[in-house]
């Protein structure tokens, strides 16, 4: 049997109960609530979380939850199908400025695009202040490569 209800922090908490050899066994999966478009009351159940009938170690979900999302945060600072120069000067800007991945392309203040080959030319839109900026950390950070480059 499937049940949802609204937890702490906003958060539905579902649980499914299912039969094993060593007894009744439940899953809880926490969902944002914002996440839900639409929803049905089909009617009063029993609480999937009856702390009689089960132990739920909400300090382990909270650490379980913070972890999935440190690591989906790193995971989004990874480029997908960019040289690994590209990904160091994404590194780079990253440390002064904001910065995410828009696929190939280096989006810093969610409005400067740096697209390959991550050229000071290839830096458009936003401020011309704003885009100044980000040219002149691109070309330092390049420099810095090359230099490291050639100590190798």
């Not at 094993?20 to 066994?25: I, L, V, W």
């Not at 009063?44 to 300090?59: F, G």
Request: hydrophobic letters at 35%; charged letters at 30%; aromatic letters at 6%.
């Amino acid at each position: 049997m499937d049940q949802s209800v609204v937890g702490p922090k906003n958060r539905v908490i579902h649980g499914s109960q299912e039969g094993s050899k060593s007894g009744p066994r439940r899953n809880i999966r926490l969902l944002k609530a914002n996440y839900i478009k639409e929803f049905s009351f089909l009617g009063q159940a029993e609480d999937p979380l009856d702390s009689k009938k089960c132990y739920i170690d909400l300090n382990g979900l909270q650490a379980r939850e913070e972890s999935a999302l440190r690591q989906r945060q790193r995971l989004s600072r990874i480029g997908v199908g960019v040289t690994s120069e590209a990904q160091s000067i994404f590194d780079a800007l990253s440390k002064t400025l904001p910065v995410r991945w828009d696929k190939t392309v280096i989006v810093v203040m969610n409005e400067v695009r740096v697209s390959s080959p991550y050229l000071p030319e290839s830096v458009s839109g936003g401020t011309p202040a704003a885009n100044d900026r980000v040219k002149k950390v691109l070309e330092f950070e390049r420099k810095r490569l090359q230099v490291r480059g050639a100590g190798q």
